[in-house]
């Protein structure tokens, strides 16, 4: 520790920090306008100067590190004369103006302590106002130039939008493509308006709404990556949402979902009372006629057709207390083990090949694992868009020197930073992956040590014999010099971190596609190391924490076979389980077509829209008896087929929990009241519970009695308390009240002889082969600015930027076909036929398509195909044989 004197007392303090550093936050602060603790210093605005004894000038506080002995003066007559005249000097330009209107800003404040509120004389200028963006007011007439905007742009979100055009007197801070900002490069994440000092940006709705009263720390409810938030409210609305600064996931960044994306919470059209359907009309009904109205047709459908022809969906973006509650109901109430997510329908793959091989189904590192990678490989993910704070972190650690391998039929923004990207045509991850394998042996590439472990080495070597990258180089269209690069790469520059996308999973050999990535990562020894692991990006902010409460016909909370374990929920539930095995999700629907599954209840989960193979799922949904839809819009899925809607509370109107992808648990906290009469996930389905008379299985009071209940059924999460979440997440396996959590797993692995088993994983050809009839390839995805089936992000200003499904399609494709940029094209598969707008990439190759599915205008899954995983049933979203025509920009197709 280092001792210094600060205005005569003697401090300690940690070697390593800046004078700025040890000031904060203590009476010796001094004042900053250009530092920011998510950027470098760079000492410019002059304000934090301080004496050091012994050194004729005075220095900046925030690029001057601490040394031992040093003895400090912060506020010498001196020095604040200087920091009086830098002020003045700022107050001068800054418009009288605005410093009327609002002077709540860092700058004006500091104005107003050193007393300088009459020198504020600068005029406005219209013209340095750019109102062009949704959610951003822009006016660089309140620009003090600490460049802060500029800074945070690159170093936090790894962008350039900003730039400072000019020099001295005359710099003015405009987008670098010299747009309005609108039209430039932004990606609207706020983190310019963030750190603004000035009211230079600033929210629009920090313009137009109320001043907030209340300020809670919460986790976002959008996408697996788990950003805290700071959201203000005046108790009934959000009026503005900020990243939380000390937060370990997002550090104090955010995406456009999570910064902008909360105003479906008040849209006018939010459904917030119960409705049970007569012929085609919606009937308001009261809560208690809902309640009795749904427990008594699940009776009825129990009574007439057996528990098996009921199912429940819990909802990934509703709490883990809920989704707990979700599959206990489905089992002690109902009695079926009938239970699901939408985690069947991206990362189920991942669960079940990572727990073959690792014992575990989640991601084996952190996201602070990110800093430590020499080597990052993303395959089949799409960071910048769907997960942008991890997409925003990885381009930091490449920036730092990092080494990026991507693997994407697109031209995915990240790959304009990758080392390497290799563009295999959808559908081909297995031939792929195996040949880098085979390049690693070959090479002897491979760990010595890991060699050791491994069961079945030579057999696994053998196999490979027959995917050398020459040999697979034509059937999944990338160069073999290409893949023995990408092998030696992930090979050699250790460790090396692999994230995994629904580019993996969402194919006929999904479970197989994660399982060839976990043999790369145990044949390199980057398992169970720092910087290195198999982690898949999950989807929505809770899915993980979903299936891993027991929303998943197999598995009971902890994520533990039904099998093994089901005598002992039977004591701990004190209610007999079903030992038949349950459907999933896709078998629900196969059931139902058949004519032999009769009730389900959807909890926030849009299948209507978003399931593939739109006319089965139709046909499925149509033959229901009772299609109980809990959500908080009338989804397609209500819209198509519902029986009762249940209106249920968001995420900032209730509390609990959330699991993000790499296993932390962090605490979803109430910002407002419900809005009208909507209730949370949990107490609804327990008040049906007790309507059906299992109240005593659902007497909970709140939800951390929900909690308390899940950790005494789950080992691995038992030390997580409610009171230990106040201080931050938690990651399981946290086993005890003491234990701090774990950010690695699988660190033994290489100890123990028996564990490692690689997977000799043959290619099986998707049948989704193109044809004369059927020549372009379609892959289906999302973009950064809405989310899934967009009730959420569809109500948000920014849905603007995304106002429409689209699809990528090449320039040569385009023109062969003579479709422009904009035009309405038809496509067509074996399957269905949609009318979508087109737009002209380079991100795709020719002969392949990309399209997002957000809308029922277009209908996309119409296209969708009946192909799913071998293993776990995924739809294989991502390969559909289709046909494009041209159809003019009027046509549009009636259902
Ligand atoms: N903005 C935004 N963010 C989201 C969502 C959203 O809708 N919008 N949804 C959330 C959800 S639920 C999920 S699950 C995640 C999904 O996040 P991602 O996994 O990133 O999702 P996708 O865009 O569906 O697919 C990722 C990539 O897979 C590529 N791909 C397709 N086929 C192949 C193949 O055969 N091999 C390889 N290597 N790549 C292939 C596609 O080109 C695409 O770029 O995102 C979450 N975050
Ligand atoms: N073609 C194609 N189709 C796909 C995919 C693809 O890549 N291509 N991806 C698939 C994937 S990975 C996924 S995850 C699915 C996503 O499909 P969905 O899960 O249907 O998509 P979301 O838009 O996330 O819908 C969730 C619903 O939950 C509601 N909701 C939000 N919060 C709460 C809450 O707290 N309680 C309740 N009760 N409701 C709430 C929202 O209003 C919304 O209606 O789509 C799948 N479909
Ligand atoms: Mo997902």
Not at 745 to 762: G, M, S, T, V, Y
């Given at each position: ?11 300690t ?42 050194q ?29 005249t ?25 104005i ?56 001295g ?37 920090d313009l137009q ?40 996931v ?47 047709r ?9 528990p ?61 694992d ?35 391998i ?41 760990d ?9 080495w ?6 490979l ?5 020459a ?16 092998a ?100 629900m ?46 989804t397609?899925?209500?819209?198509l ?32 009241e419900?809005?009208g ?45 409610y009171?230990r ?19 690695i ?23 989704e ?33 995304q106002?429409e ?18 035009e ?11 009318a ?41 979203y ?16 009636a259902?």
């Open positions: 520790m280092f001792q210094l004197i600060i205005n005569g007392r003697s401090r303090c940690a070697p390593g920090q800046t004078i700025l550093e040890v000031l904060r936050d203590t009476a010796d602060d001094v004042p900053v306008l250009c530092a920011d603790r998510r950027l470098t210093p760079i000492g410019g605005c002059r304000l934090c100067l301080v004496e050091i004894k012994g004729t000038r005075p220095v900046a506080a925030c690029t001057t590190s601490v040394a031992d002995g040093m003895e400090i003066s912060t506020h010498t007559v001196e020095i604040e004369r200087l920091r009086r830098q002020l003045r000097l700022l107050a001068r330009d800054y418009p009288r103006q605005a410093f009327e209107d609002d002077s709540s800003n860092a700058f004006c404040t500091l107003r302590s050193y007393g300088l509120e009459s020198e504020v004389i600068g005029t406005a200028h219209p013209e340095l106002i750019d109102d062009s963006h949704p959610c951003i007011h822009v006016d660089m007439s309140q620009c003090i130039h600490c460049f802060r905007c500029v800074r945070i742009c690159e170093e936090l979100a790894g962008r350039f939008v900003w730039r400072a055009w000019n020099r007197d005359q710099t003015s801070i405009r987008p670098a493509d010299g747009t309005n900002l609108r039209d430039s490069d932004c990606v609207s994440c706020g983190a310019c308006v963030d750190t603004c000092p000035s009211g230079a940006l600033i929210d629009k709705r709404l109320a001043v907030p009263t209340t300020e809670v720390r919460t986790v976002c409810a959008y996408c697996g990556t788990g950003c805290e938030l700071h959201v203000a409210t005046n108790q009934s609305s959000v009026i503005s949402v900020r990243p939380v600064v000390d937060a370990p997002n550090k104090g960044h955010l995406c456009v979902k999570g910064r902008y994306g909360w105003e479906f919470v008040n849209a006018p059209d939010r459904i917030t009372e119960p409705m049970i359907r007569e012929g085609q009309q919606w009937q308001r009904v009261s809560w208690e006629h809902a309640i009795r109205f749904v427990a008594e699940l009776q009825a459908t129990m009574d007439q057709w057996g098996d022809a009921v199912g429940i969906l819990g909802s990934a973006r509703a709490t883990n207390e809920e989704n707990y509650i979700a599959q206990k109901f489905a089992r002690v109430v109902i009695g079926t083990n009938n239970v699901d997510c939408c985690a069947r329908v991206c990362h189920a793959p991942t669960a079940a090949g990572m727990k073959l091989m690792l014992g575990t189904g989640a991601a084996t590192n952190s996201f602070d990110i800093e430590l990678a020499r080597t990052i490989m993303v395959c089949g993910a799409n960071p910048r868009e769907n997960h942008p704070i991890v997409g925003d972190r990885i381009v930091q650690a490449v920036r730092r020197g990092a080494d990026l991507v693997i994407d039929p697109r031209r995915i923004e990240l790959a304009d930073h990758a080392t390497l990207h290799l563009q295999p045509r959808p559908g081909t991850n297995i031939p792929l992956l195996n040949a880098m394998a085979h390049t690693i042996f070959q090479e002897g590439l491979h010595p040590a890991a060699a050791d472990h491994i069961d079945k030579p057999d696994f070597q053998n196999f014999s027959d995917y050398s990258p040999a697979v180089a034509d059937v999944c269209g990338v160069d073999a010099e290409l893949i023995r690069a990408a030696r790469l992930y090979a050699t520059q250790k460790p090396a971190m692999c994230f995994h996308g629904l580019g993996v999973t969402e194919h006929l050999q999904g479970t197989e596609g994660v399982m060839c990535l976990v043999n790369l990562a145990l044949i390199t020894g980057n398992i169970g190391r720092p910087g290195a692991g198999v982690n898949p990006l999950r989807g929505q902010n809770n899915v993980q924490g979903s299936a891993h409460m027991g929303c998943d016909p197999g598995i009971l909370t902890g994520s533990v076979p039904l099998a093994e374990h089901r005598a002992r929920f039977e004591a701990a539930w004190q209610a007999p389980i079903s030992s038949r095995p349950g459907l999933n999700l896709l078998k629907m196969d059931a139902a077509e058949e004519g032999k599954f009769k009730a389900l209840w959807a909890v926030g989960y849009d299948i209507g829209l978003t399931n593939p193979n739109t006319e089965s799922t139709l046909a499925a949904l149509r033959s229901l008896d009772l299609l109980v839809v809990q959500d908080l819009f009338l397609e899925t209500a819209r087929a519902g029986t009762v809607f249940l209106p249920a509370c968001s995420s900032v109107e209730k509390d609990g929990t959330f699991m993000n992808s790499e296993r932390r648990i962090q605490r979803v906290r109430k910002a407002i419900p809005r009469e909507s209730r949370t996930d949990w107490e609804i389905m327990c008040q049906v519970a007790g309507a059906m008379g299992k109240a005593k299985h659902f007497a909970f009071q709140d939800a951390e009695e929900i909690w308390n209940e899940i950790r005494s059924v789950w080992p691995a999460g038992a030390g997580i308390t009171a979440l106040e201080n931050g997440g938690l990651q399981w396996p946290c086993p005890t009240e003491d234990h701090p959590g774990t950010t797993l699988h660190k033994e692995i290489f100890a123990d002889q028996n564990r490692i088993k690689l997977r000799q994983i043959a290619f099986l050809p998707t049948p082969q193109t044809s004369d009839e059927y020549p372009l390839l379609l892959i289906t995805g999302r973009a950064l600015y809405q989310f899934n089936a967009g009730t959420m992000t569809g109500r948000s200003s920014t849905a603007q930027f106002p499904d689209a699809v990528q399609m090449a320039p040569a494709d385009a023109e062969r076909l003579g479709i422009g940029e904009g309405f094209v038809r496509i067509r598969s074996r399957y269905g036929e949609i979508i707008k087109a737009t002209v990439t380079t991100a795709v190759k020719a002969g392949e398509l990309f399209a997002t599915f957000q809308s029922a205008d277009v209908f996309l899954n119409r296209l969708t195909s009946r192909t799913r995983d071998r293993f776990v049933q995924t739809p294989e991502k390969v559909t044989a289709v046909r494009v025509d041209p159809v003019g920009s009027t046509v549009s197709i259902e």
